[in-house]
């Protein structure tokens, strides 16, 4: 369906508006796939309104309009016979605007471009000595690091595993066989460079003194610590 206004920003089309459908085209609880800028979004009509999101859903990439609405506004995702995700439509990601019964959906290029959202990073701050250590390289020990530098800390952060890559989706190892280690890396190495995030592979911590906050590795060096956060996970007996 034609453009409706896009808005023009250095000679190229940052947002783009289209009519989609009649307000009358979805019954309540009804959802479908529709295009607005070659782009494909998932439409809702749900709890008297409608909502407009992005149709992939953001675990695997399945396809939102091949799900089924469910209870309180959600869209139960087509690989929730996998891990059963579904997602409160309400929280609208696309301007939705109903004029003279037509549905119109507003999207914005730009937002489209990012595959993956981070909040505002800090790094680290000048005269700050404090040391914060992660044993273990896997997602809790990327998530308390991200955090720390979310939270404004400006100390130094070093994250020590005994892997051979920076923390990845380890899940998707036992989906694709010919998976590339590039493609399951949660962080790209230049997102830790950025925000001063030191990242040791082959590192394997064998022990720690708390009483002298030292940390020493299979390779015989130390390390000492203000703050230490052991998060190697578990193994099974199995």
């Not at 009519?19 to 019954?27: A, G, Q, T």
């Not at 407009?52 to 690989?79: D, F, P, Q």
């Not at 891990?83 to 999207?107: D, L, P, T, W």
């Not at 998530?143 to 020590?160: D, F, H, K, N, P």
Request: hydrophobic residues 35%; charged residues 25%; proline residues 2%.
């Amino acid at each position: 369906m034609a453009e409706l206004n896009p808005a023009k920003e250095g000679g190229q089309a940052e947002e783009i508006t289209e009519m989609v459908c009649l307000e009358s085209d979805l019954k309540e609880g009804e959802m479908r796939e529709v295009e607005v800028g070659s782009h494909k979004v998932l439409l809702v009509r749900s709890e008297g309104g409608y909502s407009a999101v992005g149709n992939l859903c953001t675990h695997y990439g399945a396809t939102l309009s091949k799900g089924k609405t469910g209870l309180m506004g959600r869209a139960v995702c087509e690989c929730a016979l996998w891990e059963g995700s579904c997602y409160r439509m309400m929280c609208r990601m696309h301007a939705v605007k109903i004029e003279n019964s037509k549905v119109f959906v507003s999207i914005n290029k730009k937002d489209l471009e990012k595959t993956r959202r981070v909040k505002e990073m800090g790094c680290r701050v000048a005269g700050d000595s404090s040391t914060v250590l992660i044993i273990g390289g896997g997602p809790a020990a990327l998530v308390c690091a991200e955090t720390l530098r979310q939270e404004s800390y400006g100390g130094r952060i070093i994250m020590a595993t005994k892997e051979e890559l920076p923390p990845y989706d380890r899940t998707k190892l036992s989906k694709a066989m010919n998976v590339k280690a590039d493609s399951i890396l949660l962080r790209q190495l230049d997102f830790y460079q950025s925000c001063d995030i030191e990242v040791w592979l082959r590192r394997e911590a064998v022990s720690v003194n708390t009483d002298e906050k030292m940390v020493t590795f299979q390779d015989g060096s130390v390390q000492h610590y203000d703050q230490l956060l052991i998060a190697t996970g578990s193994r099974s007996g199995f």
